[in-house]
């Protein structure tokens, strides 16, 4: 089993890749639509950007994750991971269809598809390991919980102890406590 350092590290790598492979989708997609030729752009000449900036969000939440490593923030990065998913799926499609068109740019068509396809594989990988990670912290806080009850069941017996008289055992009767011989 891994350890949480590991799949932290693993983690900020991967959302760092994120980061870049977003830039990058953004920077393809407004060149695709400068390029276009004879005529105003298509929905699906804007579909990089669109993912791009879904993986750009994601890989910041993942730094953002992989810094601190609260329930919230770790949902809130699971639900990016799926933005990401959905806009890189979405740009495929769109992407597929515009390159079926006449007069279109193959290359950056190309490109576009293949920085979707490696964001929605690091999206996906970011997801299981966000899952890694919350199940790691949650059996580290249950074994936390688990100690700090076991120390305070120690303490309580201790205060019995120094609370019976120099460690005579009390007996009651009827409310009152008296000594035992």
């Given at each position: 089993?891994?350890?949480s350092r590991k799949i932290l590290w693993s983690l900020l790598l991967l959302s760092v890749v994120e980061v870049g492979l977003g830039v990058a989708?953004?920077?393809?997609g407004a060149v695709g639509i400068s390029w276009v030729r004879g005529g105003k752009p298509h929905q699906g000449h804007a579909s990089p950007v669109w993912?791009?900036?879904?993986?750009?969000?994601?890989?910041?939440?993942?730094?953002?994750?992989?810094?601190?490593?609260?329930?919230l923030i770790m949902i809130l990065f699971s639900a990016c991971c799926i933005c990401g998913l959905?806009?890189?799926?979405?740009?495929?499609?769109?992407v597929r269809a515009l390159n079926?068109?006449?007069?279109?740019m193959h290359s950056i068509h190309l490109a576009a598809m293949t920085l979707a396809c490696l964001g929605i594989s690091?999206?996906?990988l970011s997801t299981w390991l966000t899952c890694r990670l919350a199940s790691?912290?949650?059996?580290?806080?249950?074994?936390?919980?688990?100690?700090?009850?076991?120390?305070?069941h120690e303490m309580t017996e201790k205060e019995v102890?120094?609370?019976?008289?120099?460690g005579i055992p009390q007996i009651s009767y009827n409310g009152h406590t008296a000594a035992s011989p």
């Open positions: 089993m891994c350890s989708s953004i920077v393809l993912s791009g900036l879904c993986f750009l969000v994601c890989g910041m939440c993942g730094v953002l994750c992989a810094r601190k490593r609260t329930g959905i806009g890189g799926i979405l740009n495929v499609q769109f079926k068109q006449p007069g279109s690091s999206c996906t790691s912290e949650q059996q580290r806080m249950f074994l936390e919980r688990e100690h700090s009850l076991h120390h305070s102890l120094d609370n019976s008289s120099n």
